[in-house]
T-cell receptor
Framework: DTEVTQTPKHLVMGMTNKKSLKCEQHMGHRAMYWYKQKAKKPPELMFVYSYEKLSINESVPSRFSPECPNSSLLNLHLHALQPEDSALYLC?????????????FGSGTQLSVL | SQQGEEDPQALSIQEGENATMNCSYKTSINNLQWYRQNSGRGLVHLILIRSNEREKHSGRLRVTLDTSKKSSSLLITASRAADTASYFCATVRYSGNTPLVFGKGTRLSVIA
């Protein structure tokens, strides 16, 4: 299995909703990432988990809450989002010893906040 | 900012032609990577070149790195319609736990 699987593929939520994005990989990768990408812009790093511990938080607002329950799963909990948070949210992972060297990306969750 | 700048922002070529994209960056780096993204999809890692390397090849891809000019180029030879995508360079400043920073990207259109 050489895939990073993200669910759901599309999500529409109101500003008062609570939702979660899910990311799963079974490649034995121990670094996992969340990126945010606006249309026609490059991906921007949000969080990095290394061996299930949060290692980088790029000053992301607290309405985004990451969670890494085990080495295969990465969640992003969303609460009280703003319309400007609408974007493609990408999960990625990288092999041991190749942190930040070869990222495997999922197809993303297209999020719309109304 | 470490962020790379790709040049050109958009490129349109005929199938069979070569496509060259350039990337410039501002700080010293450990490595530079190129990724491809089809519209609305995830990114695919294409190739990594380290700061002590000058050129690498992978299939139809050729990447060069000039650390004195802080620039890299990606050459796709004999392009195909399936190469139509956005291409991003990404830099890592230090090895280990420093984040990958993506450039603004080049949108390549290959016309059949």
């Amino acid at each position: 299995d050489t895939e990073v699987t993200q669910t759901p593929k599309h999500l529409v939520m109101g500003m008062t909703n609570k939702k979660s994005l899910k990311c799963e990989q079974h490649m034995g990768h121990r670094a996992m990432y969340w990126y945010k990408q606006k249309a026609k812009k490059p991906p921007e790093l949000m969080f990095v988990y290394s061996y299930e511990k949060l290692s980088i938080n790029e000053s992301v607002p607290s309405r985004f809450s990451p969670e890494c329950p085990n080495s295969s799963l990465l969640n992003l909990h969303l609460h009280a989002l703003q319309p400007e948070d609408s974007a493609l949210y990408l999960c990625a992972s990288s092999p041991p010893g190749q942190t930040n060297e070869k990222l495997f990306f999922g197809s993303g969750t297209q999020l719309s906040v109304l | 900012s470490q962020q790379g700048e790709e040049d050109p922002q958009a490129l349109s070529i005929q199938e069979g032609e070569n496509a060259t994209m350039n990337c410039s960056y501002k700080t010293s780096i450990n490595n530079l990577q190129w990724y491809r993204q089809n519209s609305g999809r995830g990114l695919v890692h294409l190739i990594l070149i380290r700061s002590n390397e000058r050129e690498k090849h992978s299939g139809r891809l050729r990447v060069t790195l000039d650390t004195s000019k802080k620039s890299s180029s990606l050459l796709i030879t004999a392009s195909r319609a399936a190469d139509t995508a956005s291409y991003f360079c990404a830099t890592v400043r230090y090895s280990g736990n420093t984040p990958l920073v993506f450039g603004k990207g080049t949108r390549l259109s290959v016309i059949a």
